[in-house]
């Protein structure tokens, strides 16, 4: 089964590798997994990449990285000037990847 992966490198590559892996080898030997355990694998994945993405995009739109300046600046620029419209673009961009992530686990799944 194929598992799609955008920009995922490094140690988020090996984690989602060795996460699909360990539940490979569970189905190999016969154990099945409850649809609670199966979404709660999807939930957690989902809401990671949500909550990455959502830091990723104020780390670039910020003028320093993730310093205070760089946290303040990206929020600003994220919401056209305004902070308080930046936390609500990066909740939005963050609601989008979890619902995105959670449809394509459901279909890939």
Do not use: H, Y
């Not at 990206?74 to 609500?88: E, F, H, K, N, T």
Request: aromatic share 2%; with cysteine.
């Amino acid at each position: 089964m194929p598992i799609l992966i955008v920009n995922a490198k490094g140690k988020q590559l090996k984690g989602v590798t060795l996460c699909r892996t360990s539940i490979n080898r569970l189905k190999n030997k016969g154990v099945k997994m409850s649809d609670a355990v199966a979404n709660g694998i999807k939930n957690g994945v989902s809401a990671v990449g949500g909550a990455g993405v959502g830091v990723a995009a104020v780390a670039v739109a910020g003028e320093v990285g993730l310093s205070a300046v760089g946290i303040s600046t990206g929020l600003a620029a994220l919401g056209v000037g305004s902070m308080a419209l930046g936390i609500g673009t990066v909740a939005l961009i963050g609601a989008g990847v979890f619902c995105g992530a959670k449809k394509l686990l459901d279909w890939v799944w």
